[in-house]
């Protein structure tokens, strides 16, 4: 068995002020959220040089960010033997979600928006900053994904590249992708009176047989908490408990899901109706009746459905100005890749103003992995593992290349001539030099 190559870090960091929606948080607009995060750095890198990779993770809707550490040992390996070094690699749940929903439990309201997540990232790399030393890169699965591409139109040169695993980036959004999911997770059993039985449950399933068993191990430490919880309080009666009768406290050994299932649907679909449990109230108030929530377009919402999901919408759209490099990888079995066309994304990503150049300039790349659903890195890490680390050599070579041109360069021009203008500048200015009698740099 390989040992874990990575020291571990744990740290907790406020987020963003002001959520994107404003039932994002329960008592007032200003609540104060805070991030769980993970910082990994290898044991064979303790002193770490200029060039060496800093990696941002994001997760996938509903799973903890460690789930994805079974990912992060086989890049290690290969890069490693490809000659690339990683500096760290960091992680956090997204506010609602695993140990930062802990944290916020009782904080949080029915309105996650996922581009909160962006702006936490940018706030986490500002915090971390003497530590988070370029080239950073990011690496983002389902919902991940989607929040790269905003950290990225948020702060364009911030990282070099992105790995998008199956994103959830779409034209429009559809029942098979959003209303299914949702319906599942509102209905799935999230209480059991003991870890032995949910840890049976999971086990015994088609869907998580299909893991590889280093993520479902992790699935069962970080996917499930005691009871009692701000959803499960202690009067709560535990499903099964009388089959543990000879435990005084079934709450001592009861468990549930470390996000909530409530968190996980809101976070699939968001509500034009009235959400909250006193219809009346709005009117008496004289606030908003009907749809208070007017502010999506067909595009985003449900056919005939009083639910929306405007940020995966929002971010296609914005695909054309994404500066950093991009490799999607899709799964051929993914619902999100049969309901509709790859090549949507990726003919979109990169070819606006700003934007990378896109497919054409070699900038933007796809691979499908047969044989796999949407959760590629759960059913297939050594093949996501491969693909990520040739993506990351190619590009960490092309970078070194740059930077070193662009420091040799740099460091050339003195530097009181660093801040002032240049006589070139000033003749281009006056129109007294044409921009074709010298070299431009483009950097």
């Not at 993520?215 to 089959?243: C, F, I, K, M, S």
């Not at 459905?305 to 929002?314: H, L, Y």
Request: overall charge negative.
């Amino acid at each position: 068995m390989c040992l874990f190559p990575f020291d571990v870090k744990e740290h907790v960091i406020p987020c963003q002020h002001i959520r994107g929606y404003p039932r994002a948080t329960a008592h007032k607009q200003e609540e104060l959220l805070h991030l769980s995060v993970k910082q990994y750095i290898p044991h064979d890198n303790q002193d770490a040089q200029i060039g060496d990779v800093t990696i941002i993770g994001t997760h996938a809707q509903g799973f903890p960010k460690e789930l994805y550490e079974p990912l992060w040992a086989d890049i290690h390996s290969r890069m490693k033997s490809a000659g690339v070094s990683i500096r760290s690699i960091w992680i956090a749940d997204v506010a609602n979600q695993g140990a930062s929903g802990v944290l916020n439990e009782y904080k949080l309201g029915n309105e996650p928006c996922a581009f909160d997540h962006a702006r936490d990232l940018l706030h986490m790399v500002n915090t971390f900053r003497d530590q988070m030393v370029r080239p950073m890169v990011g690496i983002g699965h389902s919902m991940g994904g989607s929040i790269l591409v905003n950290l990225a139109l948020l702060h364009p040169r911030l990282l070099e590249t992105l790995i998008l695993i199956d994103p959830i980036i779409h034209r429009r959004i559809f029942a098979a992708g959003y209303r299914t999911p949702a319906l599942a997770s509102a209905r799935r059993r999230d209480v059991w009176p003991s870890h032995a039985a949910a840890a049976e449950d999971f086990r015994k399933s088609k869907y998580y047989r299909k893991w590889d068993e280093r993520v479902l191990e992790r699935w069962l430490q970080y996917g499930l908490r005691n009871l009692p919880t701000a959803v499960y309080p202690r009067h709560t009666e535990v499903p099964g408990a009388e089959d543990h009768v000879t435990h005084p406290d079934p709450f001592a050994k009861a468990v549930t899901l470390t996000t909530t299932k409530h968190q996980e649907v809101f976070t699939f679909l968001r509500a034009t109706f009235d959400a909250h449990a006193y219809p009346d109230l709005g009117a008496q108030l004289g606030g908003p009746t009907g749809v208070p929530h007017a502010e999506y377009t067909p595009e985003a919402a449900l056919p005939d459905q009083p639910f929306e999901r405007a940020e995966s919408v929002v971010t296609f759209h914005m695909l054309p100005f994404v500066q950093p490099s991009v490799l999607y990888i899709f799964g051929s079995e993914s619902h999100y890749t049969v309901c509709e066309p790859t090549a949507e994304k990726v003919e979109a990503t990169g070819v606006g103003i700003g934007g990378s150049g896109g497919a054409a300039k070699g900038r933007v790349a796809e691979v499908t992995v047969e044989g796999v659903g949407h959760l590629i890195p759960m059913e297939a890490v050594a093949r996501t593992a491969e693909l990520s680390t040739k993506w990351l050599e190619n590009e960490m070579a092309a970078w070194r290349e740059k930077e070193t041109v662009e420091r040799s360069e740099w460091a050339y021009v003195p530097d009181e001539q660093k801040r002032t203008i240049s006589d070139n500048y000033l003749d281009l200015l006056q129109g007294e030099k044409k921009m074709g009698t010298f070299r431009i740099s483009r950097l």
